[in-house]
């Protein structure tokens, strides 16, 4: 009995699997990006948004930074575990 890890594929299986995997980026793309899940902001004087890199899909729009002027800043918190853990999910095996 051969171990999986060692079996290789020939170069036609990688092709089909990478195609079935940007398929699969492309459907979840399109799901998580519905108008229901997605936030936009309309900035006004002195807003500011945060949110959580761990569990956020953000992309920015074209900005005119000769006009506006933007702060950015970065903040990282360390937590007694990750998010999966505190809520009692067991992450997947590798």
């Avoid at 060692?6 to 492309?26: F, K, M, Q, V, Y």
């Avoid at 807003?47 to 953000?58: A, G, N, S």
């Amino acid at each position: 009995m051969t171990n999986p890890k060692e079996e290789s594929l020939d170069p036609e299986s990688w092709d089909e699997l990478r195609t079935h995997g940007h398929a699969l980026i492309d459907e979840l793309i399109a799901h998580a990006t519905q108008r229901q899940f997605v936030y936009t902001h309309r900035w006004r004087v002195h807003d500011l948004v945060m949110w959580d890199d761990r569990c956020t899909m953000h992309h920015g729009t074209e900005f005119d930074d000769l006009r506006w002027k933007r702060d950015l800043q970065r903040a990282t918190a360390c937590d007694v575990a990750n998010s999966c853990e505190q809520e009692g999910i067991a992450p997947a095996a590798a």
